[in-house]
């Protein structure tokens, strides 16, 4: 059969409809192997996309903490802080470095970023062997700790500036894989310099501690100190606690809507609002945890929405002030807050004989629209506060204290306060606070010993104030 007669047979077969199907369930198969096989391929390169976003996250978040930790560095005076904050700081050059060997570039620049990130692990752990043998750093080594930790500010904000191109779409890991160095230099080249603002608040280490003020975490480990001997009341002794606090002419429909079986029980309400606002959430609910021992209230939630801000901090502060003496609780000091979505959390401390108990936290929500209470926690209270507390005697001067202090630190003002440690045990110290480097610092000396026990670094921003 010849190559005319071959083709028109086809064409007869093909004009079949049976062999038509044959062809089309053929065209079909074929079509969604390929549109399966497409999909998984895409399915595989967002998933490198997603661990290469994640890696530079943790980079950005690690490099950060190095730059605050390098600058507590500069302040110490104690080889037992000299210690830990060594250890902190190759802990972070560590995790960097090795987040930083996940991502598809080798550019050059990338090397000598990797070299400071071993150096500065390699080198504060020299300083913190040297001190641990009662010698001094010298002047030449806390220069030396200076130029460390500008480079790691400079390193920082260039990775924050990628950060944010990373979040603008103009930065892509993806892309720089397929082109490889070649690709990442031109890429590097035609970033936008379009930044977003406040980007560097989500990948904060420590948001309880910004949320919370300088001690929170501590909390998780302990037993609820206040209910020790108490005694456990009924339900419906719960709901009138719970009415109480929330006051009726504010709520309507209260109901028991179960129990929290955590490290401390409640009794869980809940209840409408009353004298709803057109521009309410239709979904708004005003919720309340009472404790089973003694009915303390552990937290209250008003899930409301703020439509605008007419109140300033000072008035917010004066509203949460004006809520705890109403509700009794007394003898708290404003310490930290923030200002997040039209409302105020505001962080308070109990006092005892002028002496500013952290652990013991007390937390106030204020709407900064109308200034109404929108939440409230007592869990630091609930896990620490004793009253009165057996305070160990103070047995170095203030004179003393400040004198273990760190002379670049400029020292504003001392007080005392307890504050907890890692190990759950709470320690009486001078809280020192002071400025280096244009940079707000708190250090606390033992009243005991005179040891250095902690320095955190205080972040002043328009929305609150925050410690690290």
């Not at 198969?29 to 998984?40: E, L, T």
């Not at 950005?60 to 730059?67: A, H, R, S």
């Not at 909390?219 to 005694?231: A, C, F, N, S």
């Not at 009472?290 to 409301?304: F, Q, S």
Request: aromatic share 8%; charged share 30%; glycine share 6%.
């Amino acid at each position: 059969m010849s190559f005319k007669d071959k083709l028109l047979d086809f064409k007869r077969r093909l004009s079949d409809r049976r062999m038509y199907s044959i062809i089309l369930v053929a065209a079909a198969v074929i079509a969604s192997a390929g549109i399966y096989q497409y999909k998984k391929a895409l399915d595989y390169q967002n998933y490198l996309n997603n661990q290469y976003n994640r890696a530079f996250h943790e980079v950005v978040d690690y490099v950060e903490n190095l730059e605050v930790s390098l600058a507590k560095a500069m302040l110490v005076n104690s080889p037992r802080q000299m210690d830990i904050l060594s250890s902190e700081i190759w802990r972070q050059a560590a995790f960097a470095q090795a987040n930083l060997g996940q991502l598809p570039i080798s550019h050059v620049q990338l090397d000598k970023t990797s070299k400071f990130l071993t150096q500065v692990g390699d080198y504060s752990y020299s300083l913190s062997t040297k001190t641990a043998d009662g010698q001094q750093i010298t002047d030449k080594e806390s220069s030396q700790l200076e130029r460390l930790h500008k480079y790691a500010t400079s390193l920082s904000k260039i990775l924050n500036d990628m950060e944010n191109e990373l979040y603008a779409g103009d930065l892509k890991f993806g892309e720089m894989r397929r082109v490889g160095r070649t690709g990442f230099s031109r890429a590097a080249k035609t970033i936008s310099t379009q930044r977003m603002e406040n980007i560097e608040k989500q990948f904060q280490e420590y948001p309880s501690l910004i949320y919370d003020g300088p001690f929170s975490d501590h909390v998780e480990k302990m037993k609820p100190r206040l209910l020790q001997g108490g005694t456990k009341i009924s339900k419906e002794k719960a709901r009138e606690i719970a009415e109480k606090f929330l006051g009726k002419d504010r709520i309507k429909d209260l109901e028991y809507i179960g129990e929290g079986n955590g490290t401390i029980q409640t009794y869980r309400f809940a209840a409408n609002p009353a004298g709803r606002a057109n521009d309410d959430r239709k979904d708004r609910r005003i919720t309340i945890n009472i404790t089973k021992i003694d009915g303390h209230v552990l937290w209250m939630l008003d899930n409301r929405d703020v439509a605008r801000i007419s109140l300033n901090m000072d008035q917010a502060k004066q509203k949460a002030r004006d809520f705890l003496e109403s509700r009794g609780i007394e003898n708290m000091k404003e310490t930290y807050h923030l200002k997040e979505a039209g409302v105020a959390t505001i962080n308070y401390a109990y006092v005892q004989d002028d002496v500013i108990m952290y652990p013991d936290l007390v937390k106030v929500k204020v709407a900064l629209d109308s200034g109404s209470i929108v939440g409230f926690e007592s869990k630091g209270y609930v896990m620490a506060h004793k009253a009165p507390r057996e305070l160990p005697s103070v047995k170095i001067t203030e004179e003393a204290a400040r004198a273990q202090i760190n002379d670049r630190l400029k020292v504003d003002r001392g007080r005392l306060a307890v504050i907890p440690l890692e190990s759950k045990r709470e320690v009486l110290c001078y809280e020192f606070k002071g400025s280096f480097n244009n940079k707000k610092f708190l250090i606390y000396i033992n009243v005991e010993t005179g040891k250095e026990e902690k320095i955190l670094m205080l972040l002043e921003t328009p929305d609150g104030t925050m410690t690290m």
